[in-house]
C-alpha cells in the first residue's frame, strides 16, 4: 500500500522526479569528463622529453653547409654534433671550443685513417677555425667529404667569435 498513497499525493509527485532528474544526468557527466584530462594529460610532458624535436634538422647533402652561432650553440648544448678543430695543434691547447676534438688540416692530409676512424655516432660534423680569412675549416671540411663523410657543416665565425659570445671553451 506505500506506493499507491505516496504517488497520488500532488505534493510528493515533484520530488520524488527531482531526484530522478538529476540521477540520470550525474553519470554521464562524470564519464566523458575525466577521459579528456586523462588522453591529454601525456601528450604535454612528450615533445619536452626529446630535446631532438627543437633541434635543427641538417640535411644530407654533399656539399659542406655552413652554419651560423645559434644553431651551433644548439646543436653544443644537446650534445648533437661532432666539433672538430681545424686549427694547428698549440692553438687548439691554447683555447677551443669545449668538447670539440683537434683535428689540424694538415694532420687529416697525412694521416688520412684519422679522417677515416672520425665516427660522428650519426650526428652531423661541425668544423671550424680561427674564423675570418682562415680556410681550414673549409680544406678540412672538403677532406672529410672526400673520404665519404656526411652532413658536414662549417662553423664560419670559428673560434673567436664563439668566445667573444660567451659560450662554452676549454
Known amino acids: 500500500g506505500l506506493p499507491g498513497p505516496a504517488g497520488k499525493r500532488p505534493g510528493n509527485a515533484p520530488s520524488a522526479t527531482r531526484p530522478n532528474a538529476g540521477a540520470p544526468a550525474g553519470p554521464p557527466a562524470p564519464g566523458p569528463a575525466p577521459t579528456p584530462p586523462v588522453a591529454t594529460g601525456p601528450a604535454p610532458t612528450g615533445p619536452p622529453a626529446t630535446p631532438a624535436a627543437d ?61 677515416k676512424n672520425l665516427d660522428p655516432a650519426g650526428r652531423p660534423i661541425v668544423v671550424y677555425c680561427s674564423g ?36 662554452p671553451v676549454a
Do not use: F, Q
Not at 139 to 166: F, N, Q, T
Open 55 to 115: 633541434l635543427p634538422v641538417i640535411p644530407d647533402v654533399p656539399g659542406p653547409l655552413k652554419l651560423e652561432i645559434a644553431t651551433l650553440k644548439r646543436l653544443h648544448d644537446a650534445n648533437a654534433a661532432l666539433v672538430l678543430d681545424a686549427r694547428e695543434a698549440a692553438e687548439y691547447a691554447e683555447g677551443h671550443i669545449r668538447g670539440a676534438i683537434s683535428l689540424p688540416y694538415n694532420d687529416a692530409l697525412a694521416e688520412p685513417e684519422r679522417v
Open 132 to 167: 675570418g680569412d682562415c680556410e681550414l675549416s673549409i680544406d678540412l671540411a672538403k677532406v672529410l667529404i672526400e673520404s665519404g663523410k656526411r652532413r658536414v657543416m662549417i662553423y664560419e665565425g670559428g673560434y673567436p667569435e664563439w668566445l667573444a659570445a660567451g659560450h
